[in-house]
């Protein structure tokens, strides 16, 4: 038997303690089957990078999870697997402070669009980031075959 290596993402069901809405429903599970979610940010975009081309390449997939109950403390459970056909990809997203909006790889974008298709408004975007050092590239991983041009 063949078995595939597998990269996994959590999503997160509620929003973060540091978020104004901590505790809420986000509904990104939802939002992903509906496509109103159609990509999420992470760090270490080096790393994601690679784990893409893996699955793009069809070496690898992507195992979309969430908590079944406290975070760490509970057991993960897979609601979605992307593969190669899905149209997984990744773009480098930077925030730099003197630039009027996000760069995705290279080119201007607003900051409502990268927040709406990531499943939030510009608000709870802008909260839900508030703590990351946004002075380090992002991974925009997509789930769709929607980029950024």
Not at 22 to 33: C, L, P, Q, R, S
Not at 134 to 140: C, D, P, R, V
Request: proline letters at 3%; hydrophobic letters at 35%.
């Amino acid at each position: 038997m063949n078995f595939m290596k597998t990269y996994v993402l959590i999503i997160s069901r509620t929003f973060p303690a540091t978020h104004p809405h901590k505790g809420e429903d986000t509904n990104f599970v939802k939002n992903i089957f509906t496509r109103i979610k159609i990509h999420t940010i992470r760090a270490n975009y080096e790393l994601w990078e690679k784990r893409i081309e893996e699955v793009q390449a069809g070496e690898a997939e992507l195992s979309l999870r969430y908590w079944q109950g406290k975070p760490y403390n509970s057991k993960q459970y897979e609601f979605c697997r992307l593969k190669t056909y899905h149209g997984v990809g990744i773009q480098k997203v930077e925030f730099k402070a003197d630039e009027f909006g996000p760069l995705v790889n290279g080119r201007k974008q607003f900051m409502s669009d990268l927040a709406a298709n990531d499943g939030l408004s510009l608000t709870d975007f802008t909260a839900w980031f508030k703590g990351y050092d946004l002075s380090k590239a992002m991974a925009i991983i997509h789930f769709t075959k929607f980029r950024y041009s």
